[in-house]
């Protein structure tokens, strides 16, 4: 015990959490400062915070009710709040966090002090992209890229197949060509 | 030629798993990742960006699996 007490260090840690749909547009700000009273009361100083918008979800969540059943969600209030805390609380404070009524689902990471999101200048930057990994982003490009003398040269194949007989006089006589062959 | 990092380019030191318009960028149109050979990026921040990946994944910001 007295070994893990020394180990105590302050790290800085992230929680990212979403709000479900069901609690009304007004009340999201208080949800987001009760979430953050958790952190709060365990000592933690808020070093960057984003109160939850909403967000239509890629996919649709579940969260066990009282009752046993589930309630189904494809859309929530996504919020994230990045702290600075002693190591031996956050497991308590995750907890509390998740088992918050409102929460849908939390994600608590370890993190840097320095800002890591882009934000908005995320977008400049992701039109700004070297186009050498544009090429590569969708499918049909990559295969084109694996796989450049196959497909290049079906295509060929193609086109002198069906241009061989052009007209009817030069099928006539490619006929009696192979039939002359036989 | 030899491609540059993306994330050394931009001096992004840490992948965010919040910027999802970056992360969709190396993800396919079925929402998998691609890979080193094709992203061009350094071993470092290829690591970084499946964990981001994950996380988002995880939080509903990008799919599992689409189409």
Redesign the interface.
């Known amino acids: 015990m007295d070994e893990t007490q020394s180990d105590v260090r302050v790290n800085v840690y992230e929680i ?1 959490y ?1 709000l479900v749909s069901s609690v009304p547009e007004e009340k999201v700000a208080s949800e987001a400062e009760a979430v953050k009273s958790i952190i709060t009361k365990a000592g933690a100083s808020v070093i960057a915070e984003e109160t939850p918008h909403s ?1 239509r ?3 649709t ?1 579940r969260k066990k009710t009282v009752s046993g059943s589930y309630d189904k969600y494809d859309s ?1 209030y ?1 919020g ?1 709040i990045k702290f600075e805390v002693a190591s031996n609380v956050i497991e308590s404070i995750k907890t509390s966090v998740e088992i918050h009524p409102t929460v849908l ?1 939390m ?1 608590m ?1 370890s ?2 002090k ?1 800002n ?4 908005k200048r ?2 400049a ?2 039109e ?3 186009p ?3 090429k ?4 049909k490009s ?1 295969v084109a890229e694996r796989a450049p003398f196959t497909i290049t040269k079906a295509v060929e194949d193609e086109k002198v197949a069906p241009s061989a007989p052009a007209t009817v006089e030069d099928m006539d006589k490619s006929i009696d060509a192979m039939v002359k062959e036989v | 030629m030899k491609k540059q990092c993306y994330f050394n380019q931009h001096n992004i030191s840490h992948i965010d798993y919040k910027d999802t318009e970056v992360l969709k960028k190396f993800v396919n149109p079925h929402g998998r990742m691609i890979s080193r050979k094709r992203t061009g990026i350094s071993a470092k921040y290829q690591r970084q960006l499946a964990t981001a990946v994950k996380r988002a994944r995880f939080m509903g910001l990008l799919p599992y699996v689409a189409r």
């Open positions: 990212g979403l967000e979800l890629a996919y969540m929530a996504f994230w689902r994600l990471i993190t840097v320095e890591t999101y882009l934000g995320a977008i930057i992701a700004d992209f070297s050498s990994v544009k590569n982003g969708g499918d990559s």
